[in-house]
């Protein structure tokens, strides 16, 4: 059992639920499972099968089941008004779920009716706190390596000799029938490139211009490809933490895979793109669930000092964390910042560290160790 059923299962009972994420994250077995321990009758129709696709537009469904699920509705040029009128006329005698591999908070900065009618939350891959109560293995650092070549996504969690195929997929799925639903993307050779680039990359930092040059198309077309390929759960972008007194100068946004195994850059980056992916995990998970309002952020000021994480609560910084490959000397970053921000949790995270080290009350700590057991306040 993934680790969103329980919670949907209750809200259901409230309010329509979206749930989405990236493709083959587990969005259909998770719905499938719910079905299966909802209390009434339901029914689950996929928007991509045909026959499927006709029920859905002619609400043609058993009014007597008491869960509809609705599976890649946002394919639908008017999704948002099919499904305001699903809701209205249904809700009173039928729970919602709505799944789909691309992003479904948009009624959040709509203004739409539905506002206030749904919740939603964000499914992610296995990672090292959720893989060691799913899987066989048990030492977290044998884990992190594991989730490093095979990635998080179920099915190549748990069938590894298929996660190179599996990964390949997923790439050409969304490349070749995502962005086609979704966008007017035409140049899709050049659309390839820039994920082959993206995948080489030593460094998570988007310089469009750069990018533009190597891709061969302007930088405002960088710009709308990678927000697509954000919008479709390739990559995910962190901004860059300021404050009022920060000077204001300019700052590029990072972005990492979704999928780990795509990564194949080198191994300092690729440990990096391990903690991005569990700390987003776990705001998400805070901010879906329990209404919170965590945003993961890097830190970089005007002298070069950097941060690879920066966690803020209500847009105040609660959590610093740099991740090393084996340097155990103390990043001086995390002394200066928290020097600003006395109350601020700072650690190190160190891969293959043996044992706990602490200055001036900032933590050097085993980063798969860390991850295993990481919460937030």
């Given at each position: 059992m993934?680790?969103l059923?329980?919670?949907?299962?209750?809200?259901l009972?409230?309010?329509?639920?979206f749930?989405s994420?990236?493709?083959?994250?587990g969005?259909t077995?998770?719905?499938?499972a719910i079905?299966?321990?909802h209390?009434?009758?339901?029914?689950?129709l996929?928007y991509?099968?045909?026959?499927?696709r006709?029920?859905?537009l002619?609400?043609?469904w058993?009014?007597?089941v008491?869960?509809?699920?609705?599976?890649?509705?946002h394919?639908?040029k008017k999704?948002?008004n099919l499904?305001k009128?699903?809701?209205?006329?249904?809700s009173?005698?039928?729970?919602?779920?709505?799944?789909?591999?691309?992003k479904l908070?948009l009624f959040?900065?709509?203004?739409?009716?539905?506002?206030?009618r749904?919740?939603h939350?964000r499914l992610?891959?296995?990672?090292?706190?959720?893989?060691l109560?799913?899987?066989?293995i048990q030492d977290?650092?044998a884990?992190?390596?594991?989730?490093?070549?095979?990635?998080?996504?179920?099915?190549?969690?748990f069938?590894p000799e298929?996660?190179g195929r599996?990964?390949?997929n997923r790439?050409e799925?969304?490349?070749?029938e995502d962005?086609?639903?979704l966008?007017r993307?035409?140049d899709?050779?050049s659309l390839?490139l820039l994920?082959?680039?993206?995948r080489?990359?030593?460094?998570?930092?988007?310089n469009?211009?750069h990018?533009?040059?190597?891709?061969?198309?302007?930088?405002p077309?960088?710009k709308?490809?990678i927000e697509l390929?954000?919008?479709?759960y390739l990559?995910?972008?962190v901004?860059?933490?300021?404050?009022?007194s920060a000077?204001?100068y300019?700052?590029?946004t990072?972005?990492?895979?979704?999928d780990l195994?795509l990564?194949?850059?080198n191994?300092?980056f690729a440990l990096?793109?391990?903690?991005?992916l569990?700390l987003l995990?776990?705001?998400d998970w805070?901010n879906d669930?329990?209404?919170?309002?965590?945003?993961?952020h890097?830190?970089k000021?005007?002298?070069q000092?950097?941060i690879?994480f920066?966690?803020?609560?209500n847009?105040k910084p609660?959590?610093?964390v740099?991740?090393?490959t084996?340097?155990d000397?103390f990043?001086?970053?995390?002394?200066l910042?928290?020097?600003?921000?006395?109350?601020?949790?700072?650690?190190?995270?160190?891969?293959?560290?043996?044992?706990?080290k602490?200055?001036?009350?900032?933590?050097?700590?085993?980063?798969s160790?860390?991850?295993?057991?990481?919460?937030l306040?």
């Amino acid at each position: 059992m993934r680790y969103l059923n329980r919670v949907i299962q209750a809200d259901l009972r409230e309010k329509m639920v979206f749930v989405s994420g990236p493709r083959q994250v587990g969005k259909t077995n998770l719905a499938k499972a719910i079905l299966k321990a909802h209390a009434g009758p339901g029914v689950y129709l996929n928007y991509d099968i045909p026959s499927d696709r006709k029920v859905i537009l002619q609400e043609t469904w058993d009014k007597d089941v008491s869960l509809l699920c609705l599976d890649e509705i946002h394919k639908n040029k008017k999704w948002k008004n099919l499904l305001k009128g699903i809701y209205d006329e249904y809700s009173d005698r039928q729970s919602i779920l709505v799944t789909g591999s691309a992003k479904l908070d948009l009624f959040r900065k709509s203004g739409d009716a539905l506002t206030g009618r749904y919740f939603h939350y964000r499914l992610h891959p296995i990672d090292i706190q959720e893989g060691l109560k799913l899987g066989s293995i048990q030492d977290p650092e044998a884990l992190s390596g594991y989730l490093l070549k095979h990635g998080g996504f179920p099915e190549s969690f748990f069938h590894p000799e298929r996660s190179g195929r599996l990964a390949k997929n997923r790439i050409e799925q969304v490349l070749n029938e995502d962005v086609h639903d979704l966008s007017r993307v035409s140049d899709f050779k050049s659309l390839e490139l820039l994920v082959e680039i993206l995948r080489e990359m030593n460094g998570g930092h988007l310089n469009y211009d750069h990018l533009s040059k190597k891709v061969g198309v302007s930088p405002p077309t960088v710009k709308k490809w990678i927000e697509l390929l954000e919008k479709l759960y390739l990559i995910f972008l962190v901004t860059p933490f300021t404050s009022s007194s920060a000077k204001s100068y300019r700052k590029e946004t990072k972005f990492y895979f979704f999928d780990l195994s795509l990564n194949l850059a080198n191994e300092a980056f690729a440990l990096e793109n391990l903690t991005a992916l569990s700390l987003l995990k776990k705001c998400d998970w805070m901010n879906d669930a329990e209404g919170k309002n965590y945003r993961l952020h890097y830190y970089k000021d005007a002298n070069q000092n950097e941060i690879d994480f920066v966690i803020t609560l209500n847009r105040k910084p609660v959590h610093l964390v740099e991740v090393k490959t084996s340097d155990d000397s103390f990043s001086k970053s995390l002394f200066l910042f928290q020097k600003k921000y006395p109350s601020v949790k700072a650690v190190q995270l160190v891969h293959h560290l043996d044992r706990v080290k602490e200055k001036e009350g900032v933590k050097m700590v085993n980063l798969s160790h860390y991850l295993a057991a990481f919460e937030l306040p």
